[in-house]
């Protein structure tokens, strides 16, 4: 053995090791990355490294988020039914479910959800198109009328220059069985499509953005107003949902960069 007393080899082994420049310049990009998106797991940390030229194996990036005590934290919520399904209307098929999406406008899909205020809650109806991900569509009201769904799909029809074909799908909801829904599907030539009852799947698309937009902003957030909520949702749909970020199911693209690709190609 070395010659060496027992405090000084003490000393020595509980020294922290140093940190290479290396590895101070990946820790920095992993913090600015998790502090500007405090909701991105591991993946999509990786993902933006590599689109800025870092590869980065995930055990790195998780190891650094432990280690700052980043890791993202899922807030827990209660739930409130928005779906009306018991009525008297007419339903349309499912024509998603066997449907193969290649391009743009050629499946909708659409759901409504509901955003808690101190005073009560406001509804949110979105469209979102199922090939980029991306919301076409969306609108904000005090109430669970119609009004709002039509709303949302009155603007997605002009963001996309009035497509006609597409698939519309929705849930059975009383809102997209009424006959005012259903006239503007007829007078926009689109095709009608509903999940099957009690199949929350059948929509999954949309409950994945709900559940973006709520973990990553809505819960992050403090409305006290109808205006607050409708100010702050428009940014983060038209913003940074559709142009900055990136989507596990397309690549790790944005929606409006993945459109873009597309349409090159």
Not at 5 to 27: G, I, W
Not at 60 to 77: A, D, K, S
Request: with cysteine; proline share 3%.
């Amino acid at each position: 053995m070395a010659e060496v007393s027992r405090a000084t080899f003490y000393r020595h082994r509980d020294q922290p090791k140093a940190v290479s420049a290396e590895e101070c310049a990946l820790r920095d990009a992993v913090e600015r990355i998790a502090l500007k998106w405090p909701c991105y797991g591991s993946r999509r940390i990786q993902a933006e490294l590599g689109r800025h030229g870092q590869e980065v194996r995930r055990w790195r990036v998780q190891r650094i988020l432990r280690e700052t005590g980043l890791l993202c934290l899922r807030r827990p919520t209660s739930w409130l039914v928005t779906t009306d399904s018991k009525h008297g209307f007419p339903v349309f098929p499912n024509l998603a479910a066997d449907s193969t999406v290649t391009a743009v406008n050629q499946l909708w899909v659409t759901d409504i959800t509901y955003i808690r205020l101190p005073q009560g809650f406001v509804f949110l109806a979105a469209i979102l198109d199922a090939f980029s991900r991306k919301v076409i569509g969306w609108a904000l009201a005090e109430h669970l009328r119609a009004e709002v769904c039509i709303e949302a799909l009155e603007m997605a029809v002009k963001a996309r220059h009035f497509p006609r074909g597409v698939i519309h799908h929705s849930d059975r909801g009383v809102q997209y069985c009424s006959n005012e829904y259903r006239g503007l599907l007829e007078k926009y030539h689109l095709r009608g499509s509903m999940a099957r009852k009690g199949n929350p799947y059948d929509n999954a698309m949309a409950e994945s953005f709900w559940k973006t937009l709520k973990y990553e902003q809505v819960y992050r957030s403090d409305y006290r107003t109808v205006q607050e909520a409708r100010a702050d949702i428009a940014r983060f749909i038209e913003k940074i949902y559709n142009q900055q970020r990136l989507h596990s199911a397309i690549g790790y693209c944005s929606p409006t960069e993945f459109e873009a690709t597309h349409r090159k190609s």
